[in-house]
């Protein structure tokens, strides 16, 4: 059914879906209509689903780790400050394995941030041993939580999963969505059958017990082994879904016209949309430019990145947030995937708080690029795009 | 039908190997309330001696499924595993939470407080050894006034504990749930019956159990059970039940011998008569609270199971 | 440089002991270092604690693998006491943390020309190690027991360090515990440990034990990547290296920590169940035909807690002997 909704709504429809059994999740703008909306599907009796309506995003990570544990396909979603408030369980879930989708509506976190979109609440995640994917429509968010939960409950996986969503762009912003129907989505994801994690006293597990230091080493390697597989499980689950529904949102990452692309733009969430934008207008113009759409962060794409970026002079990173006093974590993948090319590498850290990247900035990016590519070398690796007092290039 | 000492099963649930310290008042009352509960159990342990004394990876005293993550979340997670079990239709499981005080009554009171409000069918067991004892003895919210602890030493200025003890299970009765008791090891007939009346109840249940703790109190270890009689007889510890909003005092009081009961201690050893006079009118001024308040709720409740 | 070993029991001071050693060296104007095994547990429990003495600056932060010295706190870490009495039907195998009973070869790694001083009533040459090698013995239990009234034997076996290997100095122990002991545990209680250093200083024995002891290798659960149970889910299960999972502690053998057992008298016993109740550690077992109870000392920690409930006195408590 095609209806116009804004990702919450698309999230939420999604996760009826997926047929999830318990969630527990918090309100915090701009995340709050996905508990409202779950709220009422399961009030009007559209949705069979154990709702707890936790009084804290720390208890209500808490409690689907819980309900994961036992073995019950289990959802929570939040935004800023809620997603730092379960820092310490994001540790939790990705330890002990279990496949918990969460939706995070970026925001800014802290002080001097509003409610307004900024990776700066995600990215500090991504060493909890969660996947990461940034995800640019409504629509796309909507397939990415029904792929989420194939992805996750995988079990060369079985790794928890967070699809990042752009805050207001997105959540609060309407674009026509196909939501899925229940048989189609039946047909794809199938019930969740908990084999490692479950709690039942017909065959006792214990889950989380103090691990002394003779294991952690290598339960630390099984999780960095699990999100490098993930990497082909992403793509995998990418064709079954673009098979069985017609939109192939093209796995890992997305590119246009980086064949011959003399410099490539990387970017993450809904500034894409922008750039195709521009990089359409300067192809016009016979400007060399191509657009690469990093949707996978963890686990981090870096040989496709590097296949991708091998012939290009110049490169640009687009990053919402800031590691202070070296860059953008976005432009240290970036490095870090190209470490033996010696091609430009530049951040452009732009958008922060919200603050509207507009085809202008992205224009000044490319002309950053472009410029690069001519001389060979950058005039600074690190930009900041649209900053008063602060001059680009 | 009351439970005897007899009744209980040879066959333990909570697994000897244990590596609780010699005299443990919480591996006491752990071990035999996992006998009362039996083994369609699901356990949650937040951080706290237990989760520690319980085996570390891969063994484990548990007999049957545990589960812990973090602290303060005894609430939350116990919440999760309860909506879980209903889902699976596991009806006939009992999901139980045993947290330490410091995981109770500090840093995981507000996960507790939210999973009462919303009645989860769960049971909440806090051992209360009155302090943080797995991280080396800091006080908690539960120390009592005066003792001595790392985190409030006998120094020259002050000595022990400034503040007095929260009223945990005070603050779980505000919440209307269905049951909330306080029990002790050394009294074990009541414990044990307390123990079942909980699982013979819906909705939550929220138990608290004065666990004498041998380093943390600094006292000969063969004395658990008796520093654990003298504190009921002395008033540093009521036997309380409060059934759907009704208090009942399951045992009076002497009132008397707080001193012996102090002197026992080394975390008391350092209290002048003015702190024994202090902590003495504090908790008689406690007994007279909850007389008052076990007559007003008989009148208010009796009668009425619904309602709280 | 010398590299030091103290095996003890959580509650007997090892750490502290390895920190009094220090700070004696360094009362001698030498180097010192000192660090715990840095584990979670509890009291009775086995720990070790590490020190370094050296002229200079130490480098090396790593454990200590072959010392040159070790201090064994308690008669039972050194394999001096056996424990027959009801063990039948126990496997002391461990399947993570080893327990470090009777079964550990306290001598593993130790420096052939270095020593072992140990806490026991035998003298010397009435010990066997898996070693030959220089030990010094006291009865270091005996005399905590009556310097401090608790068997926490570190500083009467401070003393017999200093008597056994003379690499620091008597009067440099009580230093070092006026400061360490004193700073944590006030000067009174310092003053008693300095007694109890200086007595285990003068009943130290030194002389060689004998060699060619056997101990049972270590069985250790350490698997490969693979093998391991993805998110530490483990069920319960028997496997050649022990009970893993729900319901495995019951192979760790408490009964291990303690010092004093309880002896059941059968006549005087009324079978009220109070110590069966009361028993931390669930060793006390119901003997209907009897009418009486039997005590499990594989598990008993000691604590003294069923003969202190016991209503009609059945329950006495016995120091425990070397075997
Ligand atoms: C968020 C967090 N803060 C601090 C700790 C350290 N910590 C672990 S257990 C504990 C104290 C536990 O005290 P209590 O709940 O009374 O249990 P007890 O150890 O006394 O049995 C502390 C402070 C932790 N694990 N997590
Ligand atoms: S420190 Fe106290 S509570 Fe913890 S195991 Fe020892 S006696 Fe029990
Ligand atoms: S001394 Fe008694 S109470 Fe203590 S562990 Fe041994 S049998 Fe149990
Ligand atoms: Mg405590």
Redesign the pocket.
Same mark, same amino acid.
């Given at each position: 059914m095609r209806r116009v909704v804004g990702s919450n709504y698309a999230t939420s429809h999604a996760v009826m879906r997926a047929r999830v059994e318990v969630i527990a999740a918090y309100p915090i703008t701009p995340q709050t209509q996905m508990v409202e909306h779950i709220a009422k599907f399961i009030n009007d009796g559209i949705m069979d689903c154990e709702y707890i309506n936790v009084e804290s995003e720390h208890s209500a990570i808490s409690a689907v780790i819980a309900s994961q544990a036992a073995g019950v396909r289990s959802f929570t979603s939040t935004a800023s400050q809620g997603l730092a408030l379960m820092h310490?369980l994001l540790f939790s879930a990705g330890g002990l394995r279990l496949p918990i989708v969460m939706g995070v509506v970026n925001r800014s976190v802290g002080s001097t941030g509003g409610i307004w979109v900024e990776y700066n609440d995600s990215m500090p995640q991504r060493d909890c041993g969660w996947l990461q994917m940034y995800v640019e429509t409504n629509q796309e968010v909507h397939d990415m939580i029904l792929q989420a939960y194939k992805i996750a409950e995988d079990k060369r996986v079985l790794l928890p999963i967070m699809i990042c969503s752009d805050g207001f762009i997105l959540s609060h912003t309407v674009e026509p969505v196909e939501l899925a129907e229940q048989e189609e989505v039946d047909g794809f994801l199938p019930k969740y059958e908990a084999r490692h994690s479950y709690l039942d006293p017909k065959d006792p597990i214990a889950s989380g017990i103090v691990t002394p230091r003779e294991y952690r080493q290598e339960f630390a390697y099984q999780i960095h082994r699990a999100m490098l597989e993930a990497k082909d499980v992403i793509g995998e689950v990418n064709r079954d879904f673009a098979d069985k529904f017609g939109r192939d949102h093209s796995g890992l990452i997305e590119t246009e016209f980086v064949e011959d692309a003399e410099v490539i733009l990387l970017t993450l969430g809904t500034v894409t949309s922008t750039a195709r934008g521009v990089v359409r207008e300067l192809r016009k113009k016979g400007k060399k430019a191509g657009l690469v759409k990093v949707r996978a962060f963890r686990p981090y794409p870096a040989e496709r990145i590097a296949e991708v970026c091998k012939d290009a002079r110049a490169v640009g990173v687009y990053d919402r947030s800031v590691s202070f006093g070296v860059g953008g974590p976005h432009y240290l993948e970036v490095r870090n995937a190209l470490f033996d090319s010696d091609v430009p590498v530049i951040d452009f850290i732009g958008g922060l708080g919200g603050r509207d990247v507009a085809e202008a900035d992205v224009r000044s990016m490319y002309d950053v690029l472009l410029e690069a590519a001519k001389t060979g070398k950058a005039k600074r690796n690190i930009e900041w795009v649209n900053t008063r007092g602060v001059v680009l290039g | 039908m009351r439970l005897k000492l007899k009744d209980l099963p040879e066959e333990n649930i909570f697994s000897s190997g244990h590596t609780a310290c010699a005299g443990c008042g919480?591996a006491m009352a752990i071990r035999n309330i996992a006998k009362v509960l039996g083994k369609e159990i699901i356990i949650y342990v937040?951080?706290?001696?237990?989760?520690?004394f319980n085996g570390l990876f891969p063994s484990c005293a548990w007999t049957v499924p545990y589960h812990h993550t973090?602290?303060?979340n005894t609430g939350a997670a116990i919440s999760g595993l309860s909506r879980a079990m209903k889902r699976k239709g596991l009806d006939n499981v009992t999901v139980v939470g045993i947290?330490?005080? *410091?995981?109770?009554?500090?840093?995981?009171l507000q996960a507790l407080s939210g999973a009462a409000e919303r009645n989860e069918d769960v049971i909440y067991i806090c051992?209360?050894?009155?302090?943080?004892?797995?991280?080396g003895v800091?006080r908690?919210g539960?120390t009592p006034h005066g003792a001595s602890t790392t985190t409030t030493p006998v120094g020259k200025l002050m000595k022990g504990k400034q503040d007095f003890k929260k009223d945990v299970p005070l603050i779980m009765m505000a919440h209307s749930v269905p049951y909330v008791a306080t029990a002790s090891v050394s009294f074990p007939l009541d414990l044990i019956n307390k123990v079942k009346k909980a699982k013979e109840t819906k909705g939550f249940r929220y138990l608290q159990v004065y666990a004498p703790?041998v380093p *943390?109190w600094g006292y000969e270890q063969s004395k658990t059970v008796e520093l654990g009689k003298l504190a009921v007889e002395c008033g540093m510890w009521f036997l309380l039940e409060c059934e759907n909003g009704q208090l009942k005092i399951n045992r009076e009081p002497k009132m008397k011998n707080l001193e012996t009961y102090l002197k026992m201690q080394g975390r008391f050893r350092h209290m002048d008569e003015k702190q024994i006079a202090e902590l003495q009118e504090s908790i008689e001024r406690k007994w007279e609270f909850y007389k008052g308040y076990a007559d007003l709720t008989q009148r208010l409740y009796s009668g009425s199971e619904a309602s709280v | 440089m010398k590299e030091i070993i103290l095996h003890g029991r959580g509650g007997q001071g090892a750490v502290l002991a390895a920190q009094a050693l220090a700070s004696a060296a360094v009362f001698e104007d030498k180097y010192a270092m000192a660090f715990p095994h840095f584990g979670a547990e509890r009291r009775g429990a086995p720990v070790a604690a590490f020190a370094r003495i050296a002229e200079g600056r130490i480098l090396t932060k790593a454990h200590i693998y072959k010392p040159d010295y070790v201090i064994v706190l308690d008669p039972w870490l050194a394999g001096l006491v056996d424990v027959a009495k009801g063990m039948e039907g126990h496997e002391g195998t461990s399947g993570g943390v080893p327990m470090g009973s009777v079964k550990t070869d306290i001598c593993q790694g130790l420096n052939k020309k270095g020593a072992a001083v140990l806490n026991t009533a035998r003298p010397p040459d009435e010990v066997r190690l898996s070693l030959e090698v220089c030990v010094g013995t006291v009865d270091a239990t005996t005399i905590a027991l009556e310097t401090l009234g608790h068997p926490a034997t570190n500083s009467c076996m401070l003393g017999a360090f200093a008597k056994t290997t003379e690499e620091v100095s008597i009067g440099s122990i009580e230093k070092g515990i006026m400061d360490v002991f004193g700073e944590r545990l006030g000067e009174g209680i310092a003053e008693r440990n300095v007694k109890a250093a200086k007595l285990g200083f003068e009943r130290t024995e030194v002389g060689m034990c004998s060699g060619g002891r056997e101990f049972p290798a270590q069985k250790k659960w350490l698997p490969d990547v693979d093998e391991l149970p993805p998110g530490c889910a483990i069920r319960s299960q028997d496997t050649e290296y022990g009970k893993l999972g729900p319901g495995s502690t019951v192979q760790n053998e408490t009964g291990s920590w303690r010092t004093f057992h309880p002896i059941v008298d059968d006549e005087k016993c009324t079978y009220c169940m109070l110590c069966w109740f009361h028993c931390p550690d669930g060793c006390i077992g119901r003997v209907p035909d009897k009418e009486s109870v039997s005590v499990d000392y594989f598990y008993c920690k000691g604590c003294g807690i069923c003969s202190e409930v016991c209503p009609v006195d059945a329950i006495t408590m016995v120091r425990e002997v070397e075997g």
């Open positions: 310490e | 919480a937040p951080a706290s001696c237990l989760s520690v973090v602290f303060e947290a330490g005080d *410091g995981g109770t009554a500090d840093i995981g051992y209360d050894n009155e302090a943080y004892m797995n991280t800091q908690s539960s703790c *943390g | -």
